[in-house]
Structures are given as structure tokens and as C-alpha cells.
């Protein structure tokens, strides 16, 4: 059913985390100018407006369409949960994976707020991360795709800013995502040969490496991507001492897991 129809007149937004302008903001603008738009033609003159190319467009469209089907598949909506208020948690949970220190003493079950009511730890549970990561890795797949087809739309259109912005934002999530199949593999593997552990905190530091430098070369990725960008994954009660004023969450957490080594 088509927006117009439902009744929806506006869009109001609130920013909790932070904001940069995107894809949506462009959609919604439309929204808003025209009394009845067409989702196929708007989309493709969003998509024009980045290259006048029909393969760019094309790359676009499908980068587009990867990266929508990738979300919707996000486990937001699992039942049978061993998780208090899963759907109103998660979501917050798994964007936290990459800002939050990896450490095998903190696995365990759903703390509540004893951690922090949206930590990683109490969805990556020796229970639940291997019905999440069934899951996950489908929304991983998909935004690797989306990921390229940006790329290669990006490549055809070197002079657009926006293109630019698409390929930044997959590429981000793509990053912070296999993140959350670190934190997925953790409980198994502590489980069944904790031998190989250091293995895996290894690539999850290089892993978090990766997404700061995009970060630190682009602040709004981030802003966009974590509720409160630094002050939520630092408000994790993981008793690893105390953190002062504009701590960095991400050399925070390679330091911290730097030293688990």
C-alpha cells in the first residue's frame, strides 16, 4: 500500500545518535514535494541524479535493492527468544558488536542491567548466537553484494558525491556485520576448543581497526550507525576499569583486548 494511501502526510525524524544526509533524506524530500510519488520513479531519478551511465544506475539500483532485502532479514523479530523484550533490544545490541571488547569472561547468559540492557553479551549467548548467526550470515551475504554493486556504480560515477556516500555506508556495515559473526562464533568456540580464542579476538581487533579508520576518516558513519555513537558502547558495565570523559570507544576497545592477549 502506498504511503499516500495509508494516510501518511509528512515525516517527522529523530536523531538520537546522530545524522548526516543519505539516500532516504533524498527519497523522504520527494515525499514531501509531490502528492502522490512513484517508488520506481523516484528511485530511478535518484538514482540518475548520480550518473547520467544506464550501467551506473543499474549498479545503483541493485546495490539498493541488495542492501534493503539485507535489512529486512535482520533477526528483529525472533521468537521463542530466551531474551526478556528481544524485538525492543536487538537491534540496539548487534550495531554494539563492533564497539564492544570481544572477551571470553563476559560470555554468558541475558544479564539485563547488570551489563547493560542492550549489550551484545546478552544476545551472543551459548544459547541464541548460533540461531542468530543463521540469520546474521544471510544479512552479511547480502550486503557484501550490495557492497559491490555500489562500488561499481561509484567507479562509473567518480565525481558523485552521493555514489561516494553509498559505498562508504555498505562498506561500514559490511565491516561492523562480520563483527557480529565474531561475536556469533565466540560462545561455540570458547565451548569447544578455547585454544583457538586468541585467534578470533585477534581478527576482531583487525576487524575493529578496519571500521575506525573509516570512522576516523568519515565521523558521521558511525554517528549514523550506534545509538549515542561513543557514550552507549561505553556505558557497558564490562568491570574493565574506569573510563573518562571522551574516551575513543574503538581504541578503548583494542587496548582492552590488546591486553586479554
Known sequence: MALREAGVRSFMDFECGGYAPGTAEEIVARFAAEECPDEEKTLGEIAAARSPLPAAQEHTR???ELFDKGFGLLPIGLGKSE?????????????????????PKLIGGDRHHELHYFSPYNFFTPQSAPRLGTHFLRVLALWQEASTELALASALAPDSEAAERDVLTAKAHVISMTSVMHCVMAP??????PESFPDLLKSEIEITRRFAAVVNAHPW???????????TPLSQRLGLGEISQGTNAFAFKIRTMETAL
Not at 188 to 193: P, Q
Open 62 to 64: 541493485r546495490g539498493w
Open 83 to 103: 531474551q526478556s523484550l528481544y524485538s525492543g533490544r536487538v537491534g540496539f545490541a548487534w550495531s554494539l558488536c563492533i564497539a564492544t571488547p570481544l572477551l
Open 188 to 193: 561455540g568456540l570458547l565451548a569447544t576448543t
Open 221 to 231: 558513519i558511525w554517528g549514523n550507525h550506534c545509538w549515542h555513537p561513543h557514550q
